[in-house]
């Protein structure tokens, strides 16, 4: 192996395992990250003034066993078994989530409860054939009435358009298997049998990827010291698409560079505020399904972990903002996005303006692929070109194939990578996840199920 060195864009999830996965088989290897202070991505976690809060609270879980063993073997006795409690906060009400029977019949009401169900037994009847969009997609499987009341709110404040333009497939992917019924059975019934359990320096940006003769041959970078150019064998991009694209010198032909630039990406930011009260709500973290307010979700990270919070008198609440760069909240001061976060947690009624002793703003870049009516296609374009014109160069991860994927798939993609690297196995890193029956609350078995690729051991899947 002394013959290679392999150059990983990125330490995210995916970039991190890579590295590790290579490290395992002795593969020199250098990680790029442009932040200078904080590695993990979107799931990392920072500190101010003692107080630590995640980028978006992350919990693993995984049907992945290879992946669940990579993560007991780094984090050893320091794996944190955590009950979830979360509710989504809808129409000045709390309701739990997953859904339950009897609180959602108490909370909604029977009037409420009927209009549901007479919406679904329309869609039933009268199905759309074509689910372009993530509003039909959702309307034929829960009628138009749950849709407007627990789909569209949320989901188009993380998406900034509304839900008849994002692609069905994104629904597909992230809560597919449900329907009105099986949610139903779960909600009164509980959901037996799918039980889941639960390196560098210095910051250093890519400037350019220099390509030559059919392979990438160096990455140049610019950091505290400077310009300097990496070299190496094999390169595993998480960057997002576009920005890689955008980077490569010389110019990739026109068509793969308009391909790329027509990908887009959702931003997001959080603003973390410290609380002058020991407890304000159970939950690790709340949906905010009020048109109301601009906040989508709010973490309680003393509840994942007193740890987090270095005084106990004290909570530190995570509120996420999702956005497009350059737009109105992106452009806010610190100041004013704290002084959003005081005023709409008032409004919630989870705390007066006064309690709010302090807080601090991390902004994310292009955090989520945006699943328009196009974009299959512009990923297509670039896939096909790298794959047969720059095969030394491995896409992975969320950003880096454009594919909303959670955590544990963004790792599973780089395992994939580095042992292809490393081995000269062959693994088709596209596959994962690509219609895995697959959310949170169900398991289905580790191996493949009706033609769809589900994440399991890497020996087994050989």
Same mark, same amino acid.
């Not at 290679?4 to 864009?9: D, F, M, W």
């Not at 609380?275 to 159970?282: A, E, G, I, T, Y």
């Not at 949170?440 to 994440?455: C, F, K, M, Q, Y």
């Given at each position: 192996?002394?013959s290679?060195?392999?150059?990983? *864009?990125g330490?995210?999830?995916?970039?991190?395992?890579?590295?590790?996965?290579?490290?395992?088989h002795?593969v020199?290897?250098?990680?790029?990250?442009?932040?200078?202070?904080?590695?993990?991505?979107?799931?990392?976690?920072?500190?101010?003034?003692?107080?630590?809060?995640? *980028?978006?609270?992350?919990?693993?879980?995984?049907?992945?066993?290879?992946?669940?063993?990579?993560?007991?073997?780094?984090?050893?006795?320091?794996?944190?078994?955590?009950?979830?409690?979360?509710?989504?906060?809808?129409?000045?009400?709390?309701?739990?989530?997953?859904?339950r029977?009897?609180?959602?019949?108490?909370?909604?009401?029977?009037?409420?409860?009927?209009?549901?169900?007479?919406?679904?037994?329309?869609?039933?009847?009268?199905?759309?054939?074509?689910?372009s969009?993530?509003?039909?997609?959702?309307?034929?499987?829960?009628?138009?009435?749950?849709?407007?009341?627990?789909?569209?709110?949320?989901?188009?404040?993380?998406?900034?358009?509304?839900?008849?333009?994002?692609?069905?497939?994104?629904?597909?992917?992230?809560?597919?298997?449900?329907?009105?019924?099986?949610?139903?059975?779960?909600?009164?019934?509980?959901?037996?049998?799918?039980?889941?359990?639960? *390196?560098?320096?210095?910051?250093?940006?890519?400037?350019?990827?220099?390509?030559?003769?059919?392979?990438?041959?160096?990455?140049?970078?610019?950091?505290?010291?400077?310009?300097?150019?990496?070299?190496?064998?094999?390169?595993?991009?998480?960057?997002?698409?576009?920005?890689?694209?955008?980077?490569?010198?010389?110019?990739?032909?026109?068509?793969?560079?308009?391909?790329?630039?027509?990908?887009?990406?959702?931003?997001?930011?959080?603003?973390?505020?410290v609380?002058?009260?020991?407890?304000?709500?159970?939950d690790?973290?709340?949906?905010?399904?009020?048109?109301?307010?601009?906040?989508?979700?709010?973490?309680?990270?003393?509840?994942?972990?007193?740890?987090?919070?270095?005084?106990?008198?004290?909570?530190?609440?995570?509120?996420?903002?999702f956005?497009?760069?350059?737009?109105?909240?992106?452009?806010?001061?610190?100041?004013?996005?704290?002084?959003?976060?005081?005023?709409?947690?008032?409004?919630?009624?989870?705390?007066?303006?006064?309690?709010?002793?302090?807080?601090?703003?991390?902004?994310?870049?292009?955090? /989520?692929?945006? /699943?328009?009516?196009? /974009?299959?296609?512009?990923?297509?374009?670039?896939?096909?070109?790298?794959?047969?014109?720059?095969?030394?160069?491995?896409?992975?991860?969320?950003?880096?194939?454009?594919?909303?994927?959670?955590?544990?798939?963004?790792?599973?993609?780089?395992?994939?990578?580095?042992?292809?690297?490393?081995?000269?196995?062959?693994?088709?890193?596209?596959?994962?996840?690509?219609d895995?029956?697959?959310?949170?609350?169900?398991?289905?078995?580790?191996?493949?199920?009706?033609?769809?690729?589900?994440?399991?051991?890497?020996?087994?899947?050989a």
């Open positions: 192996m002394a290679k060195h392999v150059v990983i *864009l330490a995210g999830p995916a970039g991190l395992t890579a590295a590790y996965e290579l490290n395992r002795g020199p290897l250098t990680v790029l990250e442009k932040d200078p202070r904080f590695v993990g991505g979107l799931a990392r976690t920072v500190e101010r003034d003692g107080y630590r809060f995640d *980028l978006g609270g992350h919990r693993f879980f995984t049907k992945a066993l290879e992946v669940d063993d990579l993560w007991h073997e780094v984090l050893g006795d320091e794996f944190l078994r955590r009950p979830r409690m979360s509710r989504i906060y809808w129409n000045n009400r709390y309701l739990d989530y997953p859904l029977g009897p609180d959602v019949i108490r909370k909604l009401g029977p009037v409420e409860l009927a209009r549901c169900m007479g919406s679904y037994l329309v869609a039933a009847a009268r199905p759309k054939r074509e689910e969009s993530l509003e039909d997609w959702v309307t034929n499987r829960f009628g138009r009435r749950l849709f407007e009341l627990f789909f569209q709110s949320y989901n188009e404040k993380v998406w900034g358009v509304p839900a008849s333009e994002i692609r069905a497939e994104w629904a597909a992917q992230r809560i597919k298997g449900l329907s009105f019924f099986s949610a139903a059975r779960a909600a009164f019934f509980g959901n037996k049998g799918n039980k889941i359990k639960s *390196l560098i320096s210095e910051g250093a940006e890519v400037t350019s990827i220099r390509h030559s003769g059919g392979m990438i041959r160096s990455v140049a970078i610019q950091g505290a010291s400077g310009r300097q150019v990496i070299e190496g064998t094999d390169f595993i991009s998480t960057l997002p698409i576009r920005e890689l694209i955008e980077r490569c010198d010389p110019p990739l032909p026109t068509p793969v560079r308009e391909a790329a630039a027509k990908l887009k990406y959702r931003d997001f930011l959080t603003v973390a505020v609380v002058k009260r020991d407890s304000l709500f159970p690790n973290w709340i949906y905010i399904h009020d048109p109301a307010v601009k906040v989508g979700r709010i973490q309680n990270f003393k509840n994942w972990s007193p740890d987090m919070v270095p005084d106990q008198r004290a909570t530190c609440l995570g509120l996420e903002y956005c497009f760069e350059g737009d109105g909240l992106w452009t806010s001061s610190d100041e004013e996005l704290v002084d959003l976060g005081r005023r709409e947690l008032a409004t919630l009624g989870i705390c007066r303006p006064e309690e709010v002793a302090w807080g601090a703003t991390v902004r994310v870049q292009k955090a /989520y692929p945006v /699943y328009d009516d196009q /974009y299959r296609e512009h990923v297509a374009v670039v896939r096909e070109y790298l794959e047969r014109a720059l095969p030394n160069l491995h896409l992975v991860g969320r950003n880096g194939m454009h594919h909303y994927n959670n955590q544990d798939h963004s790792m599973m993609t780089a395992l994939l990578a580095a042992r292809n690297i490393a081995t000269g196995t062959t693994y088709d890193v596209w596959k994962v996840n690509s895995a029956e697959y959310h949170e609350e169900a398991r289905a078995s580790d191996r493949e199920i009706g033609g769809r690729h589900v994440p399991m051991r890497i020996d087994e899947a």
